[in-house]
């Protein structure tokens, strides 16, 4: 027979191990989906004359996080989870990539996001020492200094933002036209005297040496040129990691889960949390607060429904 749980979360990020500690702590039966503990905290980022720096406030909490609930979870599945539907009574059966299925009465998605790449020579290589896909992280280590935002919609847009007051220049490109909510404003924003904006032009390879230098670029008319840079942000997008529940709940135009300031989503019983969400921003901090209000929410959702069935 399928073993039934409480409350099922998916995922061992800071929002999944927050939301599992307070299951834990309510002495609930719980099981945690995830095939690591601590999910993307580790994020080493150096620059030339800027040695390796601590961008991830909180990491130290995580790895508290992760030993309080490895040493308190009876159930951590080292997989992931494929798919999550309703059944008849109103739990939830969770059919996992290794075959299994299992099934709750609460359910809690903390799957996170992917950073869309470019998928050019040079990205993987100076990822973390120039390169970036995330602008509120590591902005503020580019004062006074040249850097290239490779982008297009919104959150290219709002990498800009912040930018703009910290370096020295900013060289802007947009490979394709992209939507944006407010033309008007984009452009004033592109028309600052430390922005050049490239626009029709491709990123052919990221260049460097032990940092990044620079970034090779081949314009419509096939015209290549190599602009000097300190920082490449890659500011494409997020792809949230939705899969599981796609179907199951509200989404975003981004795919990000709809959730009320309870962390519950559109489907009673199911709640979500961190980076996977529409909440403001993917950072460490915001997931691990995020995930304990969904825990506390998935909690209070499983005792009303014990309470309800006597
Ligand atoms: C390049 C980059 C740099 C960053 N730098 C910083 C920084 O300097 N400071 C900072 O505060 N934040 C930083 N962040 C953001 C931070 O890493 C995230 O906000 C945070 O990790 C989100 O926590 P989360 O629990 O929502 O998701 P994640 O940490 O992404 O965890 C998701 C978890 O879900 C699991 N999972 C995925 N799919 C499934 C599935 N189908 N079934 C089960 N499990 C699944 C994963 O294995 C993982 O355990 C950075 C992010 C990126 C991408």
């Known amino acids: 027979m399928t073993e039934r749980f409480d409350a099922v979360v998916l995922g061992g990020g800071p929002a999944g191990l927050a939301a599992a500690a307070y299951l834990l702590y309510a002495r609930l039966n719980v099981a945690l989906v995830s095939?690591?503990?601590?999910?993307?905290?580790?994020?080493?980022?150096?620059?030339?004359?800027?040695?390796?720096?601590?961008t991830v406030w909180g990491a130290g909490l995580v790895h508290e996080l992760a030993q309080r609930v490895a040493a308190g979870l009876q159930h951590h599945v080292r997989d992931t989870v494929e798919h999550v539907q309703r059944l008849d009574d109103g739990a939830f059966q969770l059919v996992l990539t290794g075959g299994d299925t299992i099934e709750s009465t609460a359910v809690v998605v903390c799957t996170g996001v992917r950073a869309?790449?470019?998928?050019?020579?040079?990205?993987?290589?100076?990822?973390?020492?120039?390169?970036?896909?995330?602008a509120i992280s590591h902005a503020p280590l580019f004062?006074?200094?040249?850097?290239?935002?490779?982008?297009?919609?919104?959150?290219?847009?709002?990498?800009?933002?912040?930018?703009?007051?910290?370096?020295?220049?900013?060289?802007?490109?947009?490979?394709?036209?992209?939507?944006?909510?407010?033309?008007a404003q984009v452009d004033a924003i592109l028309s600052h005297p430390r922005v050049s904006v490239f626009r029709g032009w491709e990123v052919q390879q990221v260049v460097g040496d032990e940092f990044v230098t620079g970034i090779d670029l081949v314009g419509i008319n096939g015209e290549v040129r190599t602009l000097p840079e300190e920082g490449v942000f890659v500011q494409f997008g997020l792809l949230p990691?939705?899969?599981?529940?796609?179907?199951?709940?509200?989404?975003?135009?981004?795919?990000?889960?709809?959730?009320?300031?309870?962390c519950a989503?559109?489907?009673?019983?199911?709640?979500?949390?961190?980076?996977?969400?529409?909440?403001?921003?993917?950072?460490?901090?915001?997931?691990?607060?995020?995930?304990?209000?969904?825990?506390?929410?998935?909690?209070?959702?499983?005792?009303?429904?014990?309470?309800?069935?006597?």
């Open 143 to 183: 004062a006074g200094r040249n850097v290239a935002v490779l982008g297009g919609g919104e959150r290219s847009i709002a990498a800009l933002q912040i930018l703009i007051p910290l370096a020295s220049h900013i060289d802007y490109i947009e490979a394709r036209p992209q939507p944006v909510a407010d033309r």
């Open 265 to 310: 989503t559109s489907t009673p019983g199911l709640f979500a949390a961190g980076d996977v969400t529409i909440v403001y921003a993917e950072q460490v901090p915001v997931s691990i607060g995020e995930g304990a209000k969904a825990g506390l929410s998935a909690w209070q959702y499983v005792a009303a429904q014990a309470l309800k069935a006597g």
């Open 35 to 54: 095939p690591d503990l601590g999910g993307k905290v580790t994020y080493p980022f150096a620059l030339r004359d800027v040695p390796n720096q601590d």
């Open 116 to 134: 869309q790449r470019l998928f050019v020579a040079g990205e993987a290589e100076y990822w973390g020492k120039g390169l970036s896909y995330s």
């Open 241 to 262: 990691n939705n899969s599981a529940v796609r179907g199951l709940v509200e989404l975003d135009h981004n795919g990000h889960i709809v959730i009320d300031e309870n």
